[in-house]
């Protein structure tokens, strides 16, 4: 089964760091995009980095450096440094694999892991 799943999350007190994780699973991870999103209680569900199959990450306006995504074979990693309250979230890993039907892709999404930031 074609598949995501975060871990890393937890809680840290202001200007600490997270690293999360996501390991896929039934694809190759280096040949389709992967992004991080996030979703606070009560608030839209946000784009926060992603990384192409070129290996290019790009990064919301809001990570302001503070933020580091990489992968290394079918694990893809949020380095998060400097958090802040505001970041304080659930965050998914959501990779687009190929489908055999229009629009040619479907969006695969792991469960998500919390992250709490505390000031």
């Known amino acids: 089964q074609v598949q995501v799943a975060e871990s890393g999350g937890g809680s840290v007190q202001l200007g600490g760091s997270l690293r999360l994780s996501c390991v896929g699973s039934?694809?190759?991870?280096?040949?389709?995009?992967i992004a991080w999103f996030r979703q606070a209680p009560g608030k839209e569900r946000e784009w926060v980095a992603c990384?192409?199959?070129?290996?290019v990450p790009t990064y919301a306006d809001f990570v302001n450096g503070r933020f580091t995504i990489s992968r290394v074979a079918n694990t893809i990693y949020l380095q998060m440094d400097s958090l802040e309250p505001e970041d304080t979230a659930v965050y998914y890993c959501?990779?687009?694999?190929?489908?055999?039907?229009?629009?040619?892709?479907?969006?695969?999404w792991g469960q998500g892991t919390l992250v709490t930031v505390s000031s």
């Open positions: 959501k990779a687009d694999v190929d489908s055999n039907s229009p629009p040619w892709y479907r969006e695969v």
């Open positions: 039934g694809f190759t991870m280096d040949d389709h995009p």
């Open positions: 990384i192409g199959s070129g290996g």
